[in-house]
C-alpha cells in the first residue's frame, strides 16, 4: 500500500481555494499545482483578459484539454500533490485515481465581497464578472466533459466557507483526511 498523497481542491471563485490550499500545502507537505494561475499565464502571454480568455477557450477546447492533461498527469504520478482547479477533482474521479477530493462553496454574497477585496473590483462588478465566468466556464466542462464540477457527486467533502475561517476549514479537512 502507497503512502502516497493526493488531494484535489476546487470550487468558484471567491469561495477560498487559494487561501485554503496555502494553508494546506504546507502542513500536509505537498507540492501544490494551481490550474488557475497556468490559466492566467495563458491568458497574459495572449495579452487578454481572463474573461476574454475564457470565451476564447470556448471556441478552443484545446486549451482546456491541454491543462487538464497536465493536471491528470500529475495527478498519475508518484508525487504529493495538493492540485487546485475546478475540474481536477471531477477528473480524476473519472480517471478513478485514488485521491480526496474536496469542493469548497460559498454563496454569491460571500464570493463577490472576497473579489472586491482580492480583485478590487465594486461589488456589482464582481457579482457580473462571477456570473458571467461561471456561465461560460460551466459551458465549457459541459461541452467538454459532460460534468458540471459544481454539481458533481464526485466529491469526499463538500464545504461551505461562508461562515468558516480557512484555518478553521483546514483543520476540518485535516480530520476529514486524518480519520479515513
Known amino acids: ?41 495563458m491568458a497574459k502571454d495572449m495579452k487578454m483578459s481572463l474573461e476574454d480568455f475564457g470565451e476564447y477557450a470556448t471556441k478552443h477546447p484545446e486549451i482546456d484539454k491541454e491543462l487538464d492533461a497536465k493536471m491528470i498527469a500529475l495527478a498519475k504520478t508518484d508525487g504529493n500533490y495538493l492540485l487546485e ?28 465581497r472576497r473579489l472586491t477585496v482580492r480583485d478590487k473590483f465594486t461589488y456589482e462588478e464582481a457579482i457580473q464578472k462571477m456570473t458571467k465566468r461561471d456561465e461560460c ?19 469526499d467533502l463538500k464545504l461551505n466557507s461562508d461562515n468558516l475561517l480557512p484555518e478553521q476549514i483546514a483543520a476540518v479537512i485535516t480530520s476529514f483526511i486524518n480519520n479515513l
Open 1 to 41: 500500500m502507497s503512502n502516497r498523497k493526493l488531494l484535489t481542491l476546487g470550487g468558484p471563485p471567491g469561495s477560498g481555494t487559494s487561501t485554503l490550499a496555502n494553508l494546506l500545502k504546507d502542513t500536509m507537505q505537498l507540492q501544490y499545482v494551481y490550474a488557475g494561475a497556468v490559466f492566467r499565464k
Open 137 to 155: 466556464d460551466r459551458k465549457r466542462y459541459l461541452d467538454l466533459y459532460g460534468i458540471d464540477p459544481a454539481t458533481s457527486s464526485c466529491y
Open 85 to 112: 482547479g475546478r475540474m481536477v477533482g471531477a477528473l480524476v474521479f473519472k480517471e478513478k485515481i485514488p485521491a480526496v477530493k474536496i469542493w469548497l462553496e460559498a454563496s454569491m454574497e460571500i464570493r463577490a
